[in-house]
C-alpha cells in the first residue's frame, strides 16, 4: 500500500514540477511567450492599446493575468491546468484541451502499437539470439541490429515515406484515415486508420527493436547460465516448463524497466514523426504551435505528454510489483 | 615459502630496514613515463585495437575529427553556383558528392558542417556526463536527505519527455552557438545516467576495499576519483556515447524540421533543404542531395556505438593487465587462466 | 596429460579387479545401489583435452551414507554431476553406471533416453547444491516448486504436498509458512533445509549432495546433518554426502572416499579411515584440521596446490607434495589396494605412510601439555575501551520516511569491551550476531548509537566532532585502528596494481617517505610475506592473484599505517582449510614485529582457539548482540559457562567417529529475529536449561578472577531465584 502511495505521490509531482516549468517559462522569463504575446497584442491594437483588454486576451490565452503579484498568478495558474484548462490556441482560437484532447488518442494509439511491436520482435528475436548464442546469426543479427540502430527515426520515416508513399504509392502519406471515410465502429474506418498508421510505426518499429532484442539477449543468456535451471533440470521438470516458467519469465521480468524508460522516448518522438505523416496526433500539433508561436498549444502539449508518460509509467510499474513477487511492498528504486 | 632467516634480527622497530627491500627499485623518470605511458596510452590504444568493433569505431571516429580539423582547411567552403545544378554523385571528379540545387558542392558543404556538429556532440557529452557523474557520485557516496533530493529531481528529469521540452525551449529562446545547441539538447540526458552510477556507487561504497580506504583515513576526494569513479568508467563511457548519439539525433531532427535557427551550417540543415527545397520525395533526381548527409550522419553513429562496446573492455583490468604485461615480456598465461577457471567452476 | 598415464589408469582397473582378494571382484559390497565402472569426464579444450574425472570405479551401498572428501578443484563436483548423468556441457561422461533399485531391473544410467532420464532424475536419484538460494526459481514460491515437481512426475499432488509438509516440520520448518514463502524470503539455513524438502518429495532412493552446507554457519551446518541422519532412517535413503570438510561428515558417513586430482585414493569405513587413514593425502588432511581437542603446535599445513586438470603429474598425482615420494611413485600411477577388509588406498608406501605421517591423535591422546601459548602477555596499556556500547541499525521503508514504521535492528546491544596493547580478541558467533558491528564500532568506523568507544582514554566520536578539544587528534586515532576484511575478492581495489594499492596506505599513512623509499619499503614487506619476486607481484593486479596472497597483500597494507589494533573480520575463513593455519601463523608473527592488536571475528572456534590460544588473547562469545561469555580462550574452549558456548563448541568440528552424531545441545535451529529479540536472555528460546527467571530478567556478564565470565544465571551462585524457578515450556527438567 505504502509503496503504491509513493508512487502515485511521486508521480504527481512530476506532473507538478512540469506544469511549474511551464508557468515558468511562460510567465517569469523576460521575453517569454507572455511578454510577446501582450507586446503583439498592443501592437494589433495599433496605439489605442486598452491595457485592460490585453490583460483579459493574455489571460484568456496563458491562464496567466499580468496585472496580478506573481504568486497569486502562479496559483491561478496551477488551478486551471489542474482543472484541464489549458488555456486557448491563438490560432485556432478554440480551447487548447479541446484541440489536444482530439489528438491525444491518435498519438497513444500510434506510439502505443509502436512500442508494443517493437517489444514484441525485440523479445522474439534476442530470445532465438540467445539460444544460438554465438552461432552465425547471432553475430550477424547483432551487426545489423548496430546498423539499424545507427539510423535516426525520423530518417527511416523519411526513406519509408519515399519509397512506399511517393515512390511506389503503396501506403498513404499522411492524415490518420482516409479522406472519405466517416469515423465509426465499421471495418473499413479500422482498416484505413491501420493502413494510415503503418508508415509511422514502422518507422519506429524498425529503429528501436534492436535495442530491445539486445537487452532481450542478454537477460536470456544470464538467465540460462542459473542455478536454479540446472536444478529445475535436475528436477525433471518438463521442458515445456522450464522454457516458460523459467527462462521466459526470468528474462522478461527486467524488460519491463526498459518498457518503462522507451515509454518516454517513443512518446518524445512524436513530434518529429507526427510532422512528417502529418497526422495529427499532439505532437503535430505541437509541430504546428511552433510555427504560428501559439504558445498555449505548445505548452499544452508538454503538460499533456508529460502526463501520458507519466501514467504510462506509473501503470507499468504498478503492475510491475504484481509479476515480480521481490518488489512486493519493497522500497523499489523506479528506473 | 616464508623467509624465517629474517625473523632472526626481528627487533620490534619497524622503520627498519627489516622490510626495505635490498635491491634498488628506484626507476629512472624515463623509465616511470615510458611506464606510465604503457599503461595509460599504449595499452589502452592496443586493446581498442584488438577488437574488430573498436578498430572501425575508432577509425570512423578519427575520420570524423581530422574532417571536423584539417578537412575544413583542406576543401573550401561551398560556394554559389560553383558546379552545375544538382550533379549527382561521381558524375564529376570536381563534386564527388554531386551538388544541390543552387550548384554547391555538397562535400564541402558536409565538410564545413562538421565542426559546429562535433561542437555540439562534445558539449553535450560533456555536459550530460559530467552533471551526471556529480549528481551520482555525490547522491550516493553522501546519502541522506541530499540524495533523496537529487534522486526526485533526477526522477522527474527523466521521466520529463526529452524532445518536447527541448523544442518548447528553443522556441522560446533560439540558441544561437553550437556549444548551447548541445547542452540544451542534453538538458534532460544527464538523469538516467545520474542514477546507474548512484546505484553503482552504492553498490562500491559498500566494497571492502572503500572501507578499507576511508580506515586509512584517504581523503575523500581521494578515494572518489581512485577507488569509485574509476569503476563507473564504463558507464561512464558508454553514456558519453549515448549522449552523443542523442544530441546528433536530436539537432539533426530538429535542424531537418527547421525548429532550430540555421545560424550555423548542419547536416540536418542539409537535409532540411533537400527536404523543403529540392523536394528529395517526389524525384529521383535529388535522391543524392538527401542521401548524402543522412549516410554522413548514420556512420558516425554507427562509429559511436562500435567505438562504444570497445572502451567497455579498455576499463575492464583484466584485460588491461595483459596488454601492459605483454608489453613487459612477460608470458602470457592470462587466457589459459582463464579458461582453466570457467572449467574449474564447473569441477 | 600423458597417454601414457591414460593407459595405465585403465590397466591397473584391471588389475586392481583381478588382485581384489578372494576372487571378489571390485565390488566390496554385495547390494550395491550404484555401481560405477571407469567413469571419466572429459572436457576438450584448447590446450588439450582435460580429464576432470579419471577412470573411477565405486560402489554405493544400498542405505549407506557414503562420504566423498576432496579440496576444490579435485573433481568431486563433476563425480555428483555424473552419477545422474548431467555433466554440464561441453563435459563428456564415460563409462559405466548401473542403478539398481530395490525393486525392478538394472538400468544404465548413461544409455538412457531423455525422457527416461528425466523421469528417473528427482524419482529415484535426487541431488543438493550449495546455495540453495540460487537453486529456486526467484519468481515462484516454495509451493509451486513442490507442486510443480509432482505434476511433472505424474505424482497426485494431494498427498504429495502431505508428504512435503511431513518433510518440511521433520526439518524444523513450519510447512504453512515455508510454503507461502517466495526463495528470497527465507533465510540461508532455511532454503537450504526447504531444498532438502523439495529433494525428497518424490520419495527417491538416492540423495546425493554437492557441499549442501557449505554456505552456512557451522552450528546450522552440524544440526542440517544431525537432521539427516534422522532423515536416512527414516526414509531408508542412500545418501552421498560430497564436501571438502573432512571433519563435518567424519561423523555422518558410514564410509568414506576420499579423491585427490580426479581419482580416488583412499576408500574405507569412516572410523577406520579417520583413525588408521593409509594414504599420505588422507593423513596431511587430517593433520591439518584444527581440532579443538589437539594441541595448537600440531595443525600443519598442506603444502603445494593441486594439480590442473589439464597437467596432471605422471605416476602418482600426489608425488610432487608426498614427502615419501620415491622414484617408482614418480613413473607408475598406484593402484586402488586393499589395506584391511573394505579398506583400499592407492599409495605404494601406505606402510610407510602410516608411521611417518602421524595423525596427532594417535601420539598424544587429548593431553594439552604442549599447549602453551607462544608468548605470555604483561598486563599493557589498554588501546580501545568500549563502554555500554549500542548499535542500531533502522530497516526503514517508505519514500518520505516518515511514512514508512522502521524497524529497529539490535546489531550490537550494551557492550563493555577492552582491548589492550599486544592483545588479542577473538569474537565468535552465529552470522547476525552483531560481530562485525562490534568489530568495526571498536576501531571506530561504526558509530555507536549510544555508549562510549575510546582511544588510549580519548573518546573516538568526540574527537571526530569536536576536533578542538581533543588529546589525540581523529587523524592519529584513524591511522590507528585497521581493518582486514573478509572477502578476498572485494579487499582490494580490482583497478589498481598492488603497488598502488599499497602506496596509498604509506601516503595517507604516517609515514614521511619519498617514491623510492616507499617503493622499497612495498617491495620489502611483500617479500617478507612470502610473495617473491616482489617486483612481479607489485605490477599485478588483484585478479591475478590467489585468495590467500589477495589476504596477505591486505594485512601488509593494514600492517603499513603502524596500526594499535587490527581488526581481522573473518579474514582467513574464505581460504581453504590448509591455508588459514599458514594465514594466521603469519599474522602472528607479525604482531611481533608492529606491536599491534588484533580483533579477530570468526564463527569458527577452532580458528579463535587457535588464533587467541596462540597469542594468549580471548575469546568473546556474542549471541544476537550481546557479548554473552568473555575469557581467556583456554578457559573459554575447556570450561565453557555459558549454554551457547558449549552449542558452538558441540558444532565445532571434531574428528569424533565413535560418538554418534548427537542432537545438538539447543531447542531450535533458527535464530530469533534480530528486530524482535526475545526478552530476558536472548538464549532463552533455544537454551535447554531456560527457566522462568530467564524470561524476565536478563543476566550481565560478572567475571571470576581470571577474567573469565558468562552471562547467564547457571554463572551465579546456588542463592540465585534462578535455581527455584520452574523449568520453561518445552525443557525437560533437570537438576544438574
Ligand atoms: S604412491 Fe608415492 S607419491 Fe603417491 S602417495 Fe604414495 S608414497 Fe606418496
Ligand atoms: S540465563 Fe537462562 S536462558 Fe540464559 S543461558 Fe543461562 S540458563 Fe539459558
Redesign the interface.
Same mark, same amino acid.
Do not use: C, H, W
Given at each position: 500500500m505504502?509503496y503504491f502511495?509513493?508512487r502515485i505521490?511521486?508521480s504527481v509531482? +512530476?506532473i507538478f514540477?512540469?506544469v511549474s516549468?511551464?508557468f515558468g517559462?511562460i510567465r517569469l522569463?523576460p521575453?517569454? %511567450?507572455a511578454a510577446q504575446l501582450r507586446a503583439q497584442l498592443i501592437q494589433d491594437s495599433a496605439g489605442a492599446a486598452d491595457m485592460e483588454r490585453v490583460n483579459r486576451l493574455v489571460e484568456l490565452h496563458t491562464n496567466i493575468q499580468p496585472s496580478k503579484p506573481v504568486w497569486e498568478q502562479y496559483v491561478d495558474y496551477m488551478v486551471a491546468v489542474f482543472q484541464g484548462d489549458l488555456g486557448e490556441s491563438l490560432w485556432h482560437n478554440e480551447p487548447v484541451s479541446a484541440i489536444l484532447g482530439e489528438a491525444l488518442p491518435w498519438t497513444v494509439f500510434l506510439m502505443g502499437t509502436s512500442l508494443f511491436i517493437s517489444f514484441v520482435i525485440g523479445i522474439a528475436l534476442g530470445a532465438v539470439m540467445a539460444y544460438y548464442e554465438g552461432s552465425n546469426f547471432d553475430v550477424s543479427a547483432t551487426s545489423g541490429i548496430? @546498423?539499424l540502430?545507427?539510423? %535516426?527515426y525520423?530518417?527511416a520515416a523519411?526513406?519509408l515515406?519515399?519509397f512506399l508513399?511517393?515512390?511506389m504509392q503503396v501506403f498513404p502519406t499522411g492524415g490518420h484515415y482516409g479522406s472519405g471515410v466517416e469515423p465509426s465502429l465499421s471495418i473499413g474506418f479500422f482498416r484505413s486508420v491501420l493502413y494510415h498508421s503503418v508508415l509511422p510505426i514502422s518507422s519506429m518499429v524498425i529503429t528501436s527493436f534492436g535495442g530491445t532484442a539486445i537487452a532481450m539477449r542478454g537477460n536470456a543468456i544470464s538467465v540460462l547460465g542459473?542455478?536454479?535451471l540446472?536444478?529445475?533440470?535436475?528436477?525433471? @521438470?518438463?521442458d515445456r516448463?522450464i522454457t516458460m516458467?523459467?527462462v521466459a519469465?526470468?528474462a522478461l521480468?527486467p524488460m519491463y524497466t526498459g518498457l518503462m524508460?522507451s515509454i518516454?522516448?517513443v512518446?518524445?518522438?512524436s513530434?518529429?514523426l507526427e510532422?512528417i505523416f502529418t497526422y495529427p496526433g499532439v505532437?503535430y500539433y505541437?509541430?504546428q504551435a511552433?510555427g504560428s508561436?501559439d504558445y498555449p498549444v505548445?505548452?499544452g502539449?508538454?503538460i499533456l505528454? +508529460?502526463t501520458a508518460?507519466?501514467i504510462g509509467?506509473l501503470i507499468a510499474d504498478l503492475t510491475y510489483g504484481k509479476?515480480? %513477487?521481490?518488489v512486493r511492498?519493497?522500497?523499489r528504486?523506479?528506473? | 615459502m616464508k623467509s624465517t632467516d629474517t625473523k632472526t634480527d626481528g627487533g620490534t622497530d619497524i622503520d627498519h630496514d627489516l622490510f626495505d627491500s635490498g635491491s634498488d627499485v628506484e626507476l629512472a623518470r624515463s623509465e616511470q613515463l615510458s611506464n606510465a605511458f604503457t599503461e595509460y596510452v599504449y595499452a589502452p590504444v592496443m586493446i581498442l585495437w584488438d577488437d574488430w568493433r573498436a578498430r572501425i569505431g575508432s577509425l570512423i571516429i578519427l575520420g570524423y575529427l581530422l574532417m571536423g580539423t584539417i578537412g575544413v582547411i583542406l576543401v573550401e567552403p561551398a560556394t554559389l553556383h560553383e558546379g552545375p545544378r544538382l550533379e549527382g554523385v561521381f558524375e564529376g571528379t570536381e563534386f564527388l558528392l554531386g551538388t544541390d540545387i543552387l550548384g554547391r558542392d555538397l562535400f564541402a558543404m558536409i565538410v564545413h558542417a562538421t565542426p559546429a556538429m562535433l561542437q555540439m556532440i562534445i558539449a553535450g557529452g560533456v555536459f550530460t556526463t559530467v552533471v551526471a557523474t556529480i549528481i551520482g557520485t555525490v547522491s550516493g557516496y553522501k546519502g541522506g536527505v541530499l540524495d533523496r533530493v537529487l534522486m526526485t529531481v533526477s526522477d522527474i528529469a527523466l521521466t520529463i519527455p526529452g524532445l518536447p521540452l527541448v523544442i518548447v525551449i528553443v522556441v522560446i529562446f533560439p540558441p544561437q552557438h553550437p556549444v548551447t545547441v548541445g547542452i540544451l539538447l542534453s538538458i534532460n540526458a544527464w538523469a538516467g545516467l545520474a542514477r546507474a552510477l548512484r546505484s553503482e556507487v552504492l553498490a562500491v561504497r559498500e566494497e571492502s576495499y572503500v572501507e578499507a580506504s576511508r580506515t586509512m583515513n584517504v581523503p575523500t576526494r581521494v578515494i572518489l576519483t581512485k577507488d569509485i569513479i574509476p569503476n563507473l568508467m564504463p558507464y561512464i563511457m558508454v553514456n558519453f556515447v549515448g549522449a552523443a548519439r542523442g544530441v546528433i539525433f536530436g539537432s539533426v531532427g530538429l535542424y531537418f524540421l527547421g525548429i532550430l535557427p540555421f545560424t550555423t551550417l548542419n547536416w540536418g540543415v542539409i537535409l532540411n533543404m533537400a527536404y523543403t527545397q529540392g523536394g528529395s520525395l517526389y524525384t529521383l533526381e535529388t535522391i543524392h542531395w538527401f542521401l548524402a548527409p543522412m549516410i554522413t550522419i548514420i556512420l558516425l553513429s554507427y562509429g559511436l556505438i562500435l567505438f562504444a562496446q570497445g572502451m567497455d573492455r579498455v576499463f575492464n583490468p583484466r584485460i588491461r593487465a595483459r596488454h601492459v604485461q605483454d608489453d613487459a615480456g612477460t608470458e602470457d598465461t592470462e587466457d589459459d587462466g582463464q579458461i582453466q577457471t570457467t572449467v574449474t567452476e564447473q569441477i | 596429460m600423458t597417454e601414457k598415464h591414460e593407459t595405465n589408469v585403465a590397466a591397473d582397473g584391471g588389475t586392481v579387479q583381478e588382485s581384489m582378494a578372494g576372487g571378489t571382484s571390485i565390488n566390496e559390497v554385495d547390494d550395491s545401489i550404484l555401481s560405477l565402472r571407469d567413469v571419466s569426464v572429459t572436457f576438450g579444450m584448447e590446450r588439450g583435452k582435460s580429464k576432470v574425472l579419471n577412470s573411477v570405479s565405486l560402489d554405493i551401498e544400498r542405505q549407506e551414507i557414503l562420504g566423498v572428501v576432496g579440496e576444490s578443484g579435485s573433481g568431486k563436483s563433476m563425480f555428483a554431476s555424473a552419477l545422474l548423468d548431467a555433466v554440464v556441457k561441453p563435459g563428456v561422461v564415460s563409462g559405466d553406471i548401473t542403478y539398481r533399485p530395490g525393486e525392478g531391473s538394472e538400468t544404465d544410467l548413461l544409455n538412457l533416453s531423455d525422457e527416461e532420464l528425466r523421469q528417473l532424475r528427482w524419482e529415484e536419484i535426487s541431488m543438493v547444491f550449495q546455495g540453495a538460494m540460487s537453486s529456486f526459481n526467484p519468481t515462484k514460491d516454495i509451493r509451486g516448486h513442490f507442486e510443480e515437481t509432482l505434476k511433472d512426475h505424474d505424482y497426485d499432488v494431494e498427498s504429495g504436498m502431505a508428504h512435503a509438509r511431513e518433510l518440511l516440520s521433520d526439518l524444523y520448518l513450519e510447512p504453512e509458512r515455508v510454503l507461502n514463502s517466495y526463495p528470497h524470503e527465507l533465510s540461508g539455513g532455511m532454503s537450504q533445509r526447504t531444498l532438502i524438502a523439495l529433494s525428497l518429495v518424490l520419495e527417491p532412493e538416492v540423495l546425493v549432495m554437492d557441499e549442501p552446507t557449505a554456505a552456512l554457519d557451522l552450528l546450522m551446518q552440524r544440526s542440517i546433518l544431525a537432521l539427516l541422519e534422522d532423515l536416512q532412517t527414516k526414509y531408508d535413503l542412500t545418501i552421498v554426502f560430497i564436501t571438502h570438510d573432512l571433519p563435518l561428515v567424519a561423523g555422518l558417513a558410514d564410509r568414506l572416499a576420499v579423491m585427490y586430482a580426479f581419482e580416488f585414493v583412499e576408500i574405507g569405513p569412516a572410523d577406520e579411515l579417520v583413525q588408521h587413514s593409509a594414504h599420505p593425502y588422507t593423513r596431511s588432511l587430517l593433520r591439518a584440521v584444527p581440532n579443538l581437542d589437539s594441541p595448537l603446535d600440531q595443525m600443519h599445513p598442506i603444502e603445494g596446490a593441486s594439480p590442473d586438470p589439464v597437467n596432471v603429474p605422471t605416476g602418482c598425482s600426489y608425488h610432487p607434495r608426498c614427502s615419501l615420494a620415491t622414484d617408482e611413485c614418480r613413473s607408475t600411477d598406484p593402484p586402488l589396494e586393499e589395506v584391511e577388509v573394505d579398506h583400499r588406498t592407492a599409495c605404494f608406501h601406505w606402510q610407510e605412510s602410516r608411521q611417518e605421517i602421524p595423525l596427532i591423535d594417535d601420539e598424544e591422546t587429548g593431553e594439552h601439555d604442549s599447549d602453551t601459548p607462544i608468548r605470555t602477555a604483561a598486563p599493557t596499556d589498554t588501546v580501545v575501551e568500549m563502554q555500554d556500547v549500542d548499535v542500531h541499525f533502522e530497516q526503514s521503508s517508505g519514500f518520505f520516511g516518515f511514512l514508512g514504521e522502521s524497524d529497529i535492528v539490535h546489531a550490537v546491544d550494551d557492550v563493555n569491551l577492552d582491548i589492550h596493547e599486544n592483545d588479542v580478541v577473538a569474537l565468535v558467533g552465529e552470522s547476525g550476531c552483531g560481530k562485525t558491528t562490534l568489530g568495526k564500532a571498536a576501531i571506530g568506523i561504526q558509530r555507536p548509537t549510544s555508549g562510549e568507544v575510546s582511544y588510549r582514554g580519548q573518546d573516538i566520536w568526540e574527537a571526530k566532532d569536536s576536533p578542538d578539544s581533543t588529546d589525540i587528534p581523529f587523524d592519529e586515532i584513524r591511522q590507528s585502528l585497521q581493518i582486514i576484511h573478509q572477502d578476498p575478492g572485494s579487499s582490494l581495489n580490482p583497478n589498481r596494481t598492488i603497488e598502488s594499492t599499497l602506496e596509498m596506505a604509506l601516503k595517507y599513512g604516517p609515514h614521511d617517505m619519498k617514491k623510492t623509499s616507499r617503493r622499497n619499503r612495498i617491495h620489502g614487506m611483500l617479500s617478507y610475506v612470502g610473495m617473491n619476486p616482489s617486483e612481479d607481484y607489485a605490477s599485478r593486479y588483484p585478479h591475478q592473484l590467489s585468495g590467500g596472497e589477495k589476504q596477505r597483500v591486505a594485512l601488509v597494507r593494514a600492517l603499513m599505517m603502524n596500526p594499535d589494533l587490527i581488526l581481522a573480520d573473518e579474514s582467513v575463513s574464505a581460504l581453504d582449510v590448509s591455508l588459514r593455519i599458514e594465514m594466521m601463523d603469519l599474522m602472528l608473527e607479525l604482531q611481533e614485529q608492529f606491536d599491534t592488536s588484533y580483533v579477530f571475528i570468526s564463527h569458527n572456534l577452532s580458528n579463535a582457539r587457535y588464533f587467541a590460544g596462540l597469542a594468549d588473547g580471548k575469546i568473546g562469545v556474542m549471541y544476537l548482540g550481546e557479548l554473552v561469555e568473555i575469557g581467556p580462550a583456554q578457559a573459554v574452549i575447556e570450561n565453557p559457562k555459558h549454554p551457547y558456548t558449549e552449542v558452538l563448541k558441540w558444532s565445532t568440528e571434531d574428528l569424533n567417529v565413535e560418538e554418534e552424531l548427537e542432537n545438538p545441545p539447543i531447542r531450535g535451529i533458527d535464530i530469533p529475529d534480530p528486530v524482535d529479540p526475545p526478552s530476558g536472555c536472548r538464549f532463552h528460546t533455544r537454551c535447554p536449561y531456560a527457566r522462568e527467571a530467564c524470561v524476565t530478567q536478563s543476566p550481565s556478564i560478572s567475571e571470576d578472577e581470571n577474567e573469565h565470565g558468562a552471562a547467564c544465571f547457571r554463572d551465579r551462585g546456588e542463592d540465585h531465584e534462578y535455581w527455584d524457578s520452574d523449568p520453561i515450556q518445552g525443557v525437560e527438567a533437570s537438576d544438574d
Open positions: 505504502n502511495i509513493k505521490g511521486q509531482f +512530476t514540477a512540469v516549468i511551464s517559462l522569463l521575453g517569454g %511567450p548496430i @546498423l540502430n545507427s539510423i %535516426p525520423y530518417i523519411v526513406v515515406l519515399y508513399g511517393y515512390q542459473n542455478d536454479y540446472r536444478v529445475a533440470r535436475l528436477r525433471g @521438470l518438463r516448463r516458467e523459467y519469465r526470468n521480468l524508460m518516454g522516448m512518446f518524445g518522438g513530434v518529429i510532422e505532437g505541437m509541430f511552433i508561436r505548445l505548452m502539449s508538454l505528454i +508529460t508518460i507519466v509509467i509479476i515480480d %513477487p521481490r511492498g519493497e522500497d528504486e523506479v528506473y | - | -
